[in-house]
């Protein structure tokens, strides 16, 4: 083992790979693999079986394809999907922001602060999104004008609530208000997640709290929060299929009941929302996926970063992949999709 | 320099500041008085060492030191400056946080469990408090940062993840990031105590060089041979309370009180 800290600077793979092969001179070991014969008939009758429901499908009269194609990259579909997507993502931006300060709040020490954001809590997550839609429809019979003054005071300013908010902002309020309840115990737990000897050692460095917080705490704990939040973002997808309630007509599941309607099909369209649901749902994944990996800079072991170089895991994989690293350097990186996943057949 | 316009600094008239002034320092946590009225000087440029037995409150007057921790009672001082409140016409105000942050610019502090930031490299760890603190430029802030790493001998690994470091290595790191501040006075809370044996020198090194060169430091420590070595003086605490100081060495081989006794016959 010569001087480890010269080469292990994580130059490149055809360094690294060459200190722990000096092992390699041993003989390789030569026998025969055990065999999974019951995987293979499992994933066999999986196959049939799967292979069977999609020629089925295919000649069902009940799904329609023709219709499916019709409507699939309709104008007033898509359109519809533009407005999902736009709900989910106002109403999560919305959600994050209010998450994080209602998540500090909790965790604030004056006691008053504290209870305001346990009671926002347990009235958002106590009571049923539909019905908190609702009732934000029918906000304007409640409160017929929005003042902003001094209380008790002629007001600075007034408008009606109906000409104010339109049933889209509505919904946006409704669906990011009940969002912020659970995003606020996301941040709270991925908060509470940071060892406490890092806000220590900043302080100590002479930062201030919102320093503190903004380089140290929550880039840390943004780790914790991610996947959590990724669920969040899926499920408010799909969540806004309810905006119907407030009433609102223009997102992708009430318009496809809409055009079924008229068309007296509803299966079709059906289909049509439910393939734009999962479109957008895989988008999001894959951009999961992307911030996932960027905050498990430093903390992740097992995906280092070039950076994090010569230690460990990099001489594995370098064995393991040798011939594949050879027809496609650019996945050394990115190593995840594909290597992985065609063993089980 | 600061200490000169300070008016509470009485002492600065008698052209003499402690780096370090400790009268009758107590601190209660509920019912549980940790720190008994501690009273003690550091002198610019002296290097303390701070023993005593797990629980007698060492990482508590230290955490008071750089107002991590609030007094119950008593004062503290550090170049002259009372340390988390202000003085004026013999009334003393709270400090604003801000304030508090800025005295604590001026105090390095290593901790036991390195507390190195893991989502950012050696160098950035290091330049992360000049940079946003201070406010430095950036390319200012990394070639005092590179400087810093190379003289804890870690050149080579600015650009690694704490997590691919040894602990030694951390350690030295998280010196590095605090000396980065151009401390004048350096906390030193059991640095090797979670380090393997193997890798204690190091870091003692390090912290030897830094004595040389002048630095003020306390030191929590168990490592007597660095007490004896490099201290000036040496601190026994029990209990909340100082039970022996003096020169290490007389200290160490003819400890006066029974506590300091049984304490070091098992220790040494
Ligand atoms: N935040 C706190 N709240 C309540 N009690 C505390 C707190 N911090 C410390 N203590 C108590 O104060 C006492 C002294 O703790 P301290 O950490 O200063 O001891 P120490 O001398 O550093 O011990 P060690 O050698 O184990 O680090 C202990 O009894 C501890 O339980
Ligand atoms: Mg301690």
């Known amino acids: 083992m010569s001087t480890p800290n010269l080469n292990g600077r994580g130059a490149g793979p055809a360094s690294s790979p060459a200190d722990p092969a000096a092992p390699a001179a041993s003989v390789p070991i030569k026998a025969i693999r055990l065999r999974h014969p019951w995987r293979m008939v499992f994933a066999i009758v999986l196959i049939v079986v799967f292979a069977l429901a999609i020629?089925?499908?295919?000649?069902?009269?009940?799904?329609?394809?023709?219709?499916?194609?019709?409507?699939?990259?309709?104008?007033?579909?898509?359109?519809?999907?533009?407005?999902?997507?736009?709900?989910?993502?106002?109403s999560m931006v919305i959600a994050i922001v209010l998450g994080v300060i209602l998540a500090v709040m909790r965790l604030s020490p004056n006691p008053v602060v504290k209870s305001l954001a346990w009671f926002y809590l347990w009235v958002f997550r106590g009571t049923p999104?539909?019905?908190?839609l609702t009732i934000w429809g029918l906000i304007s019979l409640i409160y017929s004008s929005i003042d902003i003054g001094i209380p008790f005071m002629h007001p600075w300013v007034s408008f009606e609530t109906n000409a104010a908010l339109s049933t889209?902002?509505?919904a946006v309020i409704g669906l990011s208000l009940n969002e912020a309840a659970y995003m606020a115990e996301i941040v709270r737990a991925g908060l509470l997640a940071v060892d406490r000897g890092q806000e220590e050692a900043a302080t100590a460095l002479g930062m201030s709290w919102s320093q503190t917080m903004t380089r140290v705490i929550l880039p840390q704990s943004m780790r914790v929060i991610i996947p959590p939040t990724g669920n969040e973002v899926i499920s408010m997808l799909k969540t806004t299929s309810l905006v119907t309630a407030v009433p609102f007509s223009f997102d992708l599941f009430a318009r496809s009941r809409d055009i079924s309607a008229e068309t007296f099909n509803p299966i079709p369209l059906l289909i049509v929302a439910s393939i734009w649901y999962l479109f957008f749902t895989s988008i999001l994944?894959?951009?999961q996926y992307f911030l996932e990996k960027r905050f498990a800079r430093g903390i992740g072991d097992r995906q280092p970063d070039k950076k994090g170089g010569g230690s460990n895991p990099e001489p594995i994989t370098g064995v393991t992949v040798v011939p594949e690293s050879e027809q496609a350097p650019a996945t050394r990186s990115t190593r995840e999709p594909g290597t992985g996943q065609g063993g089980p057949s | 320099m600061s200490d000169m316009t300070t008016p509470g600094a009485a002492s600065a008239d008698r052209g003499y500041v402690p780096m370090v002034l400790a009268e009758q320092v107590s601190k209660s946590f509920g019912s549980?008085?940790?720190l008994k009225s501690i009273s003690l000087e550091v002198k610019r440029g002296e290097v303390m060492c701070l023993v005593g037995p797990s629980g007698s409150g060492k990482s508590t007057f230290l955490r008071c030191i750089n107002h991590l921790e609030v007094l119950s009672a008593g004062r503290l001082s550090v170049d002259g400056e009372l340390i988390g409140y202000r003085e004026t016409s013999g009334k003393l105000y709270e400090m604003a946080p801000k304030e508090a942050a800025k005295q604590r610019r001026d105090i390095g502090m290593v901790f036991q469990r390195f507390n190195l930031f893991p989502h950012m490299t050696a160098l950035q760890n290091v330049m992360e408090a000049p940079l946003r603190v201070k406010g430095l430029p950036k390319a200012q802030a990394e070639r005092t940062a590179r400087d810093l790493l190379a003289r804890v001998g870690l050149a080579e690994r600015a650009d690694y993840y704490p997590a691919h470091l040894s602990g030694g290595q951390q350690q030295r790191v998280a010196?590095?990031?605090?000396l980065a501040m151009e401390p004048k006075l350096m906390l030193f809370d059991e640095p090797t105590s979670a380090l393997d044996p193997e890798l204690v020198g190091e870091v003692?090194?390090?912290?030897?060089?830094?004595?040389?060169?002048?630095?003020?430091?306390?030191?929590?420590?168990?490592?007597?041979?660095?007490?004896?070595?490099?201290?000036?003086?040496?601190?026994?605490?029990?209990?909340?309370?100082v039970v022996e100081s003096g020169d290490p060495e007389l200290v160490l081989s003819n400890p006066q009180h029974r506590r300091t006794q049984a304490f070091l016959s098992k220790v040494l």
């Open chain 1, 55 to 90: 020629v089925d499908a295919a000649f069902r009269p009940a799904y329609d394809w023709p219709t499916v194609a019709k409507y699939l990259f309709d104008r007033r579909i898509s359109q519809a999907a533009l407005v999902t997507l736009e709900l989910t993502v106002y």
């Open chain 1, 129 to 132: 999104v539909y019905v908190q």
């Open chain 1, 168 to 170: 889209f902002a509505l």
């Open chain 1, 285 to 287: 994944m894959v951009g």
């Open chain 2, 32 to 34: 549980h008085e940790v």
């Open chain 2, 175 to 178: 010196i590095a990031r605090a």
């Open chain 2, 204 to 241: 003692l090194d390090v912290m030897k060089g830094l004595a040389k060169e002048g630095m003020t430091m306390i030191v929590v420590t168990h490592e007597m041979g660095f007490a004896r070595e490099v201290g000036d003086s040496l601190v026994f605490m029990d209990g909340g309370v």
